[in-house]
């Protein structure tokens, strides 16, 4: 019966569907701008501290997806927090 489920197009993605797609959505990041000091993560991205790395692997190990300096609009400004997540809430 499960294989039906694969033929049936929902009127609203599902979360994990929602999801995905906000983390595939391309954004443009801060640059480093010739910062000397930056540390990689295990996947491989740059950040800006040693602190900011420990989290990003913490959360790739446990299989959270962020974004890093994402842009976030809200109302008028655009502010860059270290790490963005999407809830399931909103």
């Keep these: 019966m499960d294989y ?4 049936i197009d929902p009127v609203l993605p599902n979360y ?6 906000w983390y595939k ?4 990041e801060l640059d480093f701008n ?5 540390y990689l993560t295990n996947k491989g991205e740059k950040v800006r501290s040693k602190s900011e790395k420990i989290l990003a692997d913490l959360f790739s190990s446990k299989g959270i997806l962020y ?4 842009p ?3 109302n008028n400004f655009t502010i860059y927090p270290d790490f963005t997540f999407i809830s399931p809430y909103n």
């Design 72 to 74: 976030l609009q809200i």
């Design 4 to 7: 039906k489920k694969d033929l």
């Design 34 to 38: 010739n910062e000397n000091k930056h």
């Design 67 to 70: 974004k890093y300096e994402a």
């Design 25 to 28: 959505t391309d954004y443009k």
């Design 16 to 21: 994990d569907k929602i999801v995905q797609e």
